[in-house]
């Protein structure tokens, strides 16, 4: 499937809920996305990029003592905006989510920025703390698998593709195996590189085509040599979920099998000048078995195949549902539809 008529979003995985804040006015142009599993969520995280912007990281790791994440925050602002994970503690902290310590709670929030500071106009308009409070209570507010706003929305906000001469966004989509399983994938895109299979000359409003077969990709160096006349701060960011019962070093090895969607979808990508982060999530509502009579660890990679798959198509979504925008700062086109033509995932 095309990323115009991708399948599904991140909130079919039951119980995940996303909620967006963001400004585009006044010199703004950022905003935040919080991801908000059910309790008792295990995850993990992956960090490829060379430029991350990225906070409590470290407590996903298989190694350390929690195994719970209580939210995850995407946000604009770069490290500025990193604060924002100060507000998604705060609303998780008086729900009573968090990791039981003498005297209370301290919840596990994740989060991860993108670099998109100034892109309005104003510098010092960065997402803030009351903002990452309201992108939570905005996804806590939502019902059981809703909509999932798309494009110039959240932390896609102020997202740019194309070495900034593209406007890039929030994409999703999912796929259901076999048992129930179902993996989401939800996608701020925001990437030194471009679609692979699509050169910059191609990349005009409409439809544009990408093929496994004989596409036209920009060389990785030329690409490179180009960042240098603008400003190389990038980062695409995803969040992958499933109702699979995971540990927290099988989601740690799933967020490192998704980097290879990553990969699929943006040429180049993981480069020095981006923060390429996958998270991953696992509700554990349905048990690991897909029925094909192999031993275990067969099923999980395929589910980490199809978490791959899944990435690819949210964040070429992310790219088709991006619209326009013109702020003082200046005018960042719509970068088109973007259609593949192998078929569903």
């Known amino acids: 499937m095309g990323a115009m008529g991708a399948q599904g979003k991140i909130t079919d995985v039951p119980g995940i809920r996303v909620g967006h804040q963001q400004k585009s006015d006044g010199g703004w142009l950022t905003g935040v996305t919080v991801v908000l599993p059910p309790p008792g969520t295990v ?13 409590e990281t470290d407590a996903l790791d ?11 925050v995407l946000t604009g602002g770069s490290a500025f905006g990193l604060v924002t994970a100060r507000g ?5 902290e008086e729900d009573g989510r968090g990791f039981p310590v003498l005297g209370g709670l301290v919840p596990i929030v994740p989060a ?10 104003d510098f010092s308009a960065r997402p803030d703390e009351e903002m990452g409070y309201a992108a939570t209570a905005a996804a806590a507010a939502q019902p059981e698998g809703h909509d999932v ?13 194309g070495r900034g001469k593209y406007k890039g966004g929030v994409g999703t989509a999912s796929i259901t195996l076999e048992n129930g399983i179902t993996i989401g994938a939800l996608a701020v895109v925001n990437a030194l590189g471009l679609p692979l299979g699509t050169s910059t000359p191609r990349a005009e409003p409409g439809s544009v085509r990408l093929s496994d077969e004989g596409a036209s990709t920009p060389r990785v160096s030329a690409v490179a040599a180009e960042a240098a006349e603008g400003t190389p ?4 960011l995803v969040v992958v979920a499933t109702n699979a019962v995971l540990s927290k070093a099988d989601c740690k090895r799933t967020a490192s099998a998704a980097h290879a969607g990553l990969a699929r979808a943006l040429n180049p990508s993981h480069t020095l000048a981006d923060g390429d982060t996958v998270f991953c999530l696992a509700t554990g509502a349905v048990e690991l078995d897909l029925g094909s009579g192999l031993p275990r660890p ?4 395929s589910l980490q195949s199809a978490a791959a798959d899944v990435v690819t198509e949210a964040i070429l979504d992310g790219v088709s549902r991006a619209g ?4 003082p700062a200046g005018e960042i086109a719509a970068y088109g539809p973007v259609v593949r033509y192998h078929g569903p995932i």
């Open 43 to 55: 995850g993990s995280v992956d960090v490829r990029g060379g430029g991350p912007a990225t906070f």
């Open 62 to 72: 298989p190694t350390t003592l929690s195994q719970r994440v209580d939210a995850v």
């Open 88 to 92: 998604a503690q705060r609303w998780c």
């Open 112 to 121: 991860a920025g993108i670099f998109d500071l100034g892109r309005g106009g």
């Open 149 to 161: 706003e798309r494009g110039n929305v959240g932390a896609g906000t102020g997202a740019v593709i």
């Open 233 to 236: 701060l990038n980062t695409t």
């Open 298 to 301: 067969f099923d999980l990679i």
């Open 324 to 327: 326009s925008v013109t702020t």
